[in-house]
């Protein structure tokens, strides 16, 4: 008898407006796993600030095969530039899909006061140079009237080549969890896809506080202690007694503000 070829199986999707075929993705090699399998796929407040934007989404199943699809593989490759994402992702097809994630990136002057917001609070840059992200950090965006991270689904720009009409599509949750899972371990990350990479926010702290320096050591004052005149026979005479070297002592520079802490 022969067998009959197996049909592909259909899903209902509230997106869709319909039904389509649920194929199975083509597996690949050297795909980026996430680390998580199980669970929550971020473990830090910034991370999971990121992942709560695609919870908004409300895309119901397509989140559950999106995690599915972080955690097989299926994602080829994630390259984060200022104000865009691209990946490509493997789906059920023999040509990857191409993904986009566009987060508008903020201008020269937002960036400027956000800069000097941060550099007045020494520990920002110290918790930033040890590649931990100040919970307070929003503060110094809000202070420029900026949002670090995308507030609602309106801050994003999402596509794929997919046939799927939804947006986002299950490649694209996929990228966007591995998304999540990346800022957790380099916080820096959110930074560039803001618009400034790693570098120029260490720089531009770096020089801040530099100029902070040399500012204080222009302001600082010489505080000179007058000591009278002694004559060369009376320090003979005296050399011995209870006034010797009396009237001997350094000058004495005071500056007007002690820095104790610096950004390496």
Not at 57 to 86: C, E, F
Request: glycine share 6%; with cysteine.
């Amino acid at each position: 008898m022969t067998k009959r070829k197996s049909e592909p199986s259909f899903d209902y999707d509230d997106y869709d407006y319909g039904y389509f075929p649920a194929w199975r993705p083509i597996k690949v090699e050297g795909g980026i796993q996430s680390r998580s399998q199980r669970g929550a796929f971020a473990a830090n407040w910034w991370a999971k600030r990121w992942l709560s934007v695609l919870d908004s989404y409300g895309i119901g199943s397509r989140l559950q095969r999106g995690r599915s699809y972080a955690r097989s593989g299926q994602v080829l490759n994630v390259d984060v530039q200022p104000g865009l994402v691209k990946a490509r992702v493997q789906g059920s097809r023999p040509k990857p899909y191409n993904v986009e994630i566009q987060v508008s990136a903020l201008p020269d002057k937002e960036w400027e006061r956000v800069l000097d917001t941060i550099s007045e609070q020494a520990i920002f840059a110290a918790q930033l140079l040890d590649g931990t992200m100040p919970q307070e950090i929003e503060t110094a965006f809000e202070a420029a009237r900026v949002s670090l991270f995308p507030t609602s689904t309106r801050d994003l720009v999402t596509k794929c080549s997919c046939p799927d009409d939804s947006n986002p599509c299950k490649h694209i949750a996929a990228v966007y969890y591995l998304l999540g899972e990346q800022f957790d371990h380099d916080p820096f990350l959110i930074f560039t896809l803001r618009g400034r990479t790693r570098e120029q926010v260490i720089e531009a702290l770096r020089k801040r506080r530099a100029a902070a320096v040399v500012e204080i050591n222009e302001e600082s004052v010489s505080i000179e202690i007058e000591f009278p005149t002694v004559s060369l026979n009376d320090q003979i005479v005296n050399f011995w007694g209870s006034d010797t070297f009396n009237w001997i002592a350094p000058q004495i520079i005071a500056p007007k503000l002690i820095m104790l802490c610096c950004v390496v």
